[in-house]
Structure formats: structure tokens, C-alpha cells
């Protein structure tokens, strides 16, 4: 018994006339028109052929084994007026269609296949044949579950993706997406399917094989190329309607098997795809090819002794897909034309140039593609392919790898985008380069110098003699001032501090971005040309802040006896003077050595306590002026590590959270470094 289908295999048979080529025209037109018309047995025979039916004339052909327990005519109703007993076409002699009849028995396949099988006579004609009975309520589809480490792949690509949206371009990111898009299509479909494509090049005996498969002629077959125009499915059970749709296929191109109890337990599940000629003439056809191989869970590919080794079928296609080695087969046809050992020979050299493409054989228990050898025609092989096949639906896994091995891909191919070549990041000894960078840019150590010597003078003037602060003020006093050279110079001091900035912000970006991805070095240089807008200027006003402090700096406590001390020094030399100029005015007894005496203590102890003075303010003055250099360099590396360090950081962070992600995507699971 084989399923009668929507369409007739219209393969060349040998003997045929003009006469029965008009009437397979004739069936065809028939097939395509009209609702409204019912073959007969008489029709068909004439013919030659099985006409070719349509889903509107498998409603009109008649009541089949489909019973309706609401329709008034059933035979197992007592109180029918129909006569039970069938004629030998399946249908009573005296009943007429009914198009309620026959709405009720078309919707019992939940995949719009046709529920018409025929049977062949002994002339070669066809006569319709009872249906079995089938439960009109649709099997359950179970949803494909992926495992554990599978799912934590696709969850990690997903973070993937969306941490570097922003980073990289959307071409760069389109097979990752493509790839977690048909993996969550996957998913909501049927996980006790598994579909299967046949592909090949043209004339190499796919079709020919898809119907030893199926026990029927289903896909046509001849000398005309090409002759597999569209993709056709075979189901050997049901609840994959779904599954075919994601496909594209129409109900007209979807097939039964021949209903075999043994065929249907050994490859119950699986959804065979014929499909168009990958190097055909036709565009749409090979567009055809390349759209369902992405879609589809495992792929024949069918050679023949003379393609086997064709360039267009390794570099397009088995290349390419060398990773998904464990979700292909290669199946050398046409042995019956090879010779001997010919055959074995052809075999052993089709396995090296597969393994020269990078396709693991699964040979020896390894996981790898099958590599098989048999004639389509003669049915060498065929059961061997069918056991195979058999075990591999069994699995149900070739849906996961096939999609663990579309992640694998597009890992590889994300490689150049997020692979460095040594660690990133910026080292501590970076990071103070830069801040002593900006420090110079500032005038950290000059600011440091000049509060230095600002303690240093406010010691001299409070512990100085008042004749030596007399004259020092007389002489700033006298001193030219020259504001344009003073403005000059600030200018070429601002435009030298300007220049050294930039130089610093351009050395610790190519710090940061050595080793990365051009696109994430790219984003780090990026980060820093931004912070580094507006950070001169930043830099000045903190130079202005934090630099030498105005007023007096604080005294240390020794500073009041050292200014007693001054003080009374410039009394004895007050003192003596007056006491010698009264001696000489007559006013007061000559006596020369007391106010000598006064005058050299006082002339001499001015000067000595000023001198002590500035030994003892050399620490407070360091230590002062380190302190103005500390706080200005601070504060310069603050903005810097503000509006530069810290862009670069969020950068660099955001590579290894993606870089992370990409090792679980891979599948390593190892931390960034």
C-alpha cells in the first residue's frame, strides 16, 4: 500500500506513447480545476496514471474509513439507510460525495497532508483504498528541551549580544542574533522530530534516494534538469506540522510514507526534506537550499562517483559547516556504476578530502559524520542508511547539537572581535605615570618651591632686623615693572601645560588599549578623548585652588621669642646710639665702653638671630612646601582619575564582562584574566 499524495510522481516510464502522455496533460489540468468534478475508476484507467488529486478532490472522493459519530449515513448505524457493505473502490456504487463527509475525514491529518492512499492493479491502473482510522483530535507536540549546558551557552551569547551593541556594529553581531533567534524558534517546536535534509548536486540520485526512503515514489525523477524544483517533506509521524511550516513548505509538497508497522517504529519522528539541486541553474532553487540548510536539524548530502570531489560542494558548503560534523551525513550513490574495489577507492578518497575540509568521521565510536556508501537504485545500502538514520532519530538530540554547533560557529567567527593578544587593563605604574604627567602640567614641584620660599620669607621678615627689612622693601620698591613679558610668558607656560596634558591623556589611552580588539581599543581611546575635553582648563582652576595659599603660612611657636629676641637686639642698638649721642651732645658724662658695648650687641645679635632663624626654618619651610606639592598633585590626579582613569576603567571593565561571556559562550568557562 503506498499514501496516495496531492501530486503523482510523474517519473519517465519507458514505452510510453504520444496517447498517454496527452492523458497524463489531461490528469494534471484535471488535478488543477475543478471542485466540482469526481474521477472514476473509468477515468483513471484510462489514463494510465493516477490522477493528480488536490486537496478539493480528496474531499470529493468519497467516504473512506474516517467515521463521523454525528453523520446520519454511518454504516454501523442501525438506522441508516445505506447499505454497509462497500464497493471495491472503497465507496458505495448508488452514494453520491458528501461535502460535510469529506470536510470531516480531510482535517484528520493535523499537518494538511492528504488522507488518500491508492493501491496499484495488476494493469498498472490505480483504484482508491480504504483509509485507516485516525483520531481527529491533534497529537500532543512536546517542545524541544535544550540541556543545561546548552542553555547557559545561549543565555551567555544573548548577554553577549547586548553588552556589545553599542561597541560593535549590527553586521558584526547579525549571525550571533540569527543564531539565538532560530534557537528560540527551535525550541517552541517539537522535540520528538528530527529533520532531516537531503541535498546534492544535480543528477546525483538525491530524489531517487528520498523515495527509497519513503518506500514511494514521491519526489519526481528523471533525465530533465533541474527536477527537483521545490522542497518536499516526508513525515513518518505526525504532530511535525509546525516543524514544516518553519520551513516553508506547503501542504501540497508534504508526503506519507508507505505504511509499513516496521518502517514507521524504526524512523518514527523523522522529517525527510528533498531538496532542490545546490549548484541548479536556477537562483531561487539554490536560494531555496541555502535558506532550509539553516533551518533544518541534520543533512544527507548525496555525491555521486563523478561530483564527489566537485569545489562548489566543499568550499560552499561542507567547509563551512565542518563543525557540524555530528549532524551530517555523506552518502557516496551510484556505487552500481563503480567497477570492483572502484567503490571502496572512491569511498577512501572521499573521507580525505572531508577531512582535509576539517570534518571530523565518525569512525571508531567518535562523534563525527557518517560516511556511507550505497546505489539508490539497486537498494545497496539502503538498509544500512535506514538503520543509521533509525538510531539517530532515536536520539532526539540532533536539534541541539545542530544549534550547539550554530553557537560554535558563530563564536569562531566573534574570535577577532573579542580575542587579545596579551592582558588589558592599566597597570598601577601607568595609572601614576599619568598623575605625575598632569602633576607637571600643573607645576605641582614649582608650586611646591614657591611655597617653600614664601616660608622662608615670612621667617625673614618676622625674624629679620628692621634695617634689612627696610631696605629689601625699598629695594622691590625700586624695581621696573614689566607686565607684557609677564603676560607673554603665562601664555607660553599655559600653551606648554596644555600640550603636556594631551600628551599624557594620548600615552595612557595606548596604555590601556594595547592588546585589545580593534573595535574595544577603538572605544577605549574614544573614552579618553572625551574625558580629555575640558581637563586643561579643569587643571588650571585647581591649580589656582589648591596651590600656594594666600596669607601668612602658620608660625611655629618658637617664632614670638625669635621675634623678642630681634627685638631686643634693635633696643640695645637703640639704646647705645642714644646713649652715645647724649654723650656727645654733653648731655650725659662721657662713658664710651657701656653704650659701645650696647651698640655691638645689638649690631651683632640682629643678624645672628636672623641667621639662626633661617636654619631653624628650613624643615617647616620643606616640609611646607612638599605639602602645597602633595595637595596640588592630588587634586590634578583626582580630575585626571575623574574625567580620563575612570572612563578607561568602565571601558575596560565592560571587555572583560563581555570577554567572560564569550568564554562561556565558547564553552570554556574560565575567567578573564
Known sequence: MTAVTDRTDH?????????????????????????????????????????????????????TDFTDPTDPTDPTDPTGSVDPSPSPTGTSPTDT?????????????????????????????????????????????????????????LDALRELVGLSRTRLDSRTLAEAGQVLDEAAARRRLSGEHTVVAIAGATGSGKSQLFNALAGVAISETGVRRPTTAAPIACTWSDGAASLIDRLGIP???????LQSPEA?????????????DHDSAAVQH?????????????????????????AVLHERYLRPLAGHAEVTFVVLNQVDRLPGEAADQVLDDLRRLLDEDGIALGEYGEPGATVLALSALTGDGIAELREVLGHFVAERGAAARRIS?????????????????????????????????????????????????????????ACGTPWLRLWRWCQDQGEPQSGRLALRAHADEEATARQRVEQAVRTVAEQASGGLPAPWAQAVREAAVRGSQGLSEALDELAVRAGTPTGRPPRPGWWPVAVLAQASMTILQVIGGLWLLGQVIGFMSPNLGVPALLMVIGIVGGPGVEWACKLAVRGPARRYGLEAERRLRAAASGCGRARVLDPLAAELL???????????????GASVR
Not at 34 to 52: K, L
Not at 264 to 276: I, K, N, S, T
Open 654 to 668: 565592560r571587555y572583560r564582562e563581555v570577554r567572560e561571556q564569550y568564554l562561556r559562550v565558547t564553552g570554556v
Open 11 to 63: 517519473a519517465d516510464h519507458p514505452g510510453d506513447d504520444e496517447e498517454g502522455r496527452e492523458n497524463r496533460e489531461h490528469a494534471r489540468v484535471e488535478g488543477d480545476s475543478a471542485a466540482t468534478h469526481t474521477s472514476t475508476p473509468q477515468e483513471e484507467g484510462d489514463s494510465g496514471h493516477a490522477r493528480v488529486e488536490t486537496g478539493k478532490d480528496a474531499e470529493e472522493a468519497g467516504p
Open 264 to 276: 514507521e517504529a524504526q524512523l518514527r519522528g523523522l522529517v525527510l526534506v528533498d531538496l532542490p
Open 97 to 153: 460525495p458528501n461535502p460535510a463527509d469529506s470536510a470531516d475525514s480531510g482535517s484528520a491529518w493535523d499537518d494538511g497532508l492528504i488522507a488518500r492512499r491508492v493501491a496499484a492493479t495488476a494493469e498498472g491502473h490505480t483504484r482508491p483504498v480504504p483509509e485507516a482510522v485516525v483520531e481527529s483530535r491533534p497529537p500532543t507536540v512536546i517542545p524541544l528541551a535544550y540541556d543545561g549546558p546548552l542553555r547557559s551557552r
Open 251 to 257: 501542504g501540497r509538497l508534504r508526503r506519507r510514507p
Open 405 to 461: 554547533a550554530d553557537v560554535d560557529a558563530a563564536a569562531a567567527r566573534l574570535w577577532p572581535v573579542y580575542a587579545n593578544r596579551r592582558q588589558a587593563g592599566l597597570s598601577e605604574e601607568a595609572r601614576e605615570e599619568f598623575a605625575d604627567r598632569l602633576a607637571d602640567a600643573v607645576g605641582a614641584t614649582a608650586a611646591g618651591e614657591a611655597a617653600e620660599r614664601a616660608w622662608c620669607r615670612n621667617a625673614n621678615r
Open 286 to 310: 539554490r536560494e531555496q537550499v541555502d535558506r532550509v540548510l539553516a533551518l533544518v536539524d541534520a543533512v544527507i548530502w548525496v555525491v555521486d562517483p563523478e561530483k564527489y570531489a566537485d
